[in-house]
């Protein structure tokens, strides 16, 4: 049997501990100091950190699964720390990953059983990351630094992340410091955001509204939309709807009184850092995703119940004026109105879209659509006419060839995912499974009106969690397998 124990065996980095080491330091310190004087406090500041930028990657070297667990961190963070220290911050994903790929393949006292890394989701991940490198020979594209920039979050970070937790987070303890961390950073983010809400913005915000252009999207008729520290309020409201599902779901599972307790408390602030951040298509991730709950479950009574509150709250939104006065119910509500403007200029955006793919099966190519094409060629029409969906822009991007390899991708990790749940015997097993899944699915079926799916955090999110409903899966058979051995522990793994 595999021990996820002795998946590798750090020998440490000695050097920092050293003479020699302390003498690298104050030669940096001392640099760093000429440097202020002579090209200023940028530079120096620069310097300052290649001590600590040392000291990571020393410990990376050692425990790749150090990087990992700090990609989760700056995919929370980076967007907010850039309003304060200007930077390329998003990067650090990138670097971060890098380094424990290269700790992997270089560091020989690291020796991962790569037998855990050979199934078919990597073996998914890996082609749609395949197939986004061959898009750097599409005519249409905006050449390699448009197409890597773009195709970070469309397939690179998967690509990545995905064997790397199989390889190193197999143990129960790294699912319960998932969730854990997931919790802390998006509470941090709903204080934080409630901060705005109540207390206003600060100057680095207010600075990023106005100087940088992001009022008119965060400020509707005097009423703040609620960002917090995330790139923007779209990002902040489906990452909080998402936590909101995720927390519900766990409150139904098999806890004691107190962690029930907890989850359902939490629910409810994370349904209201959702509210906050008047979001409209982030609705889809606790509709879509409370749908295939329901379905997982296979409980025809609580689906019956579940469909009917859901109706309910649709009715609210459609036919009445409930709740009227609620700026943030007002918003939802002109997402089901079939004469709203921004409904119709998607249309009309995706017609166009039509017109030009018509000859170009593989798309426009990555990077030339959006934030991107804008940037690299901003008088295309592909970056003058907006994707707003995560599939629009998929289908731009990458052609009808490219949307139908992604969907099949998909769509096979939902099948296949929500089968290995349904299979699962341990009822806690299932709980956190399940609240993963859910995260998932209401991710992508929301992604159908905005792009949640590369967003910040919620894409590194789903990094993590598409790997661990497998690894729950198969630590749940052979959990049961022990059990069959132990016929008196059976009634404990059904609990």
Not at 90 to 100: C, E, K, P, Q
Not at 250 to 278: E, Q, R
Not at 451 to 465: D, E, H, K, R, S
């Amino acid at each position: 049997m595999d021990n996820p124990q002795n998946v590798y065996t750090p020998k440490g980095a000695a050097i920092f501990g050293t003479p020699l080491g302390w003498l690298i330091i104050l030669a940096i310190l001392g640099l760093s100091f000429v440097l202020i004087h002579f090209i200023g406090l940028i530079g120096g500041m620069l310097l300052l950190g290649l001590p600590v930028g040392l000291v990571v990657v020393s410990y990376i070297w050692n425990r790749p699964k150090i990087g990992v667990w700090g990609t989760l961190i700056m995919a929370f963070f980076s967007a907010g720390i850039t309003r304060y220290v200007p930077g390329p911050w998003g990067l650090t994903v990138d670097i971060l990953l890098a380094l424990s790929w290269l700790s992997i393949i270089l560091n020989k006292s690291i020796k991962p059983n790569w037998k855990h890394a050979k199934n078919p989701i990597v073996a998914l991940t890996s082609f749609w990351m395949l197939f986004l490198a061959l898009e750097i020979v599409n005519p249409s594209g905006n050449g390699l630094i448009a197409w890597f920039y773009a195709m970070r979050g469309i397939g690179f970070y998967q690509a990545l992340t995905v064997p790397l937790v199989f390889l190193f987070f197999r143990k129960q303890k790294d699912m319960n410091q998932f969730f854990n961390a997931l919790i802390l950073f998006s509470l941090i983010g709903t204080v934080w955001g409630f901060k705005q809400q109540i207390l206003g913005v600060d100057a680095a915000e207010h600075h990023w509204l106005y100087a940088e252009n992001h009022h008119e999207e965060h400020v509707l008729h005097g009423v703040l939309r609620v960002f917090s520290f995330y790139s923007d309020a779209g990002s902040f409201g489906s990452s909080q709807a998402m936590m909101a599902l995720m927390c519900g779901i766990l409150f139904m599972g098999p806890y004691p009184t107190a962690k029930k307790i907890k989850y359902l408390v939490l629910a409810i602030v994370f349904l209201l850092g959702f509210a906050i951040s008047g979001t409209r298509g982030a609705l889809a991730v606790p509709l879509a995703g409370g749908i295939a709950y329901l379905i997982l479950i296979k409980n025809f009574k609580i689906l019956i119940a579940g469909f009917s509150a859901m109706i309910i709250v649709f009715v609210i939104l459609k036919y009445t004026f409930l709740f009227q006065g609620v700026e943030q119910v007002r918003r939802m509500r002109t997402a089901l109105d079939p004469n709203n403007k921004s409904l119709s200029v998607r249309l009309e955006n995706q017609k166009t879209f039509a017109r030009y793919l018509a000859t170009r099966p593989f798309g426009g190519g990555i990077g030339t659509a959006g934030f991107w094409g804008a940037r690299f060629n901003p008088d295309s029409l592909m970056a003058n006419t907006a994707t707003d969906s995560w599939f629009v822009k998929i289908w731009a991007e990458t052609g009808p060839i490219g949307l139908m390899v992604h969907l099949v991708v998909l769509g096979f990790i939902l099948g296949y995912g929500g089968l290995k749940i349904m299979r699962m015997r341990c009822l806690k097993n299932r709980t956190q499974a399940s609240a993963l899944y859910a995260m998932l699915a209401g991710a992508i079926f929301a992604s159908y009106g905005n792009q949640v799916l590369i967003q910040m955090p919620t894409g590194i999110i789903l990094n993590f969690a598409i790997p661990f409903i497998f690894l729950i899966a198969e630590r749940d058979t052979k959990t049961w397998l022990k059990g069959i051995k132990k016929p008196s522990k059976l009634r404990e793994l059904l609990q």
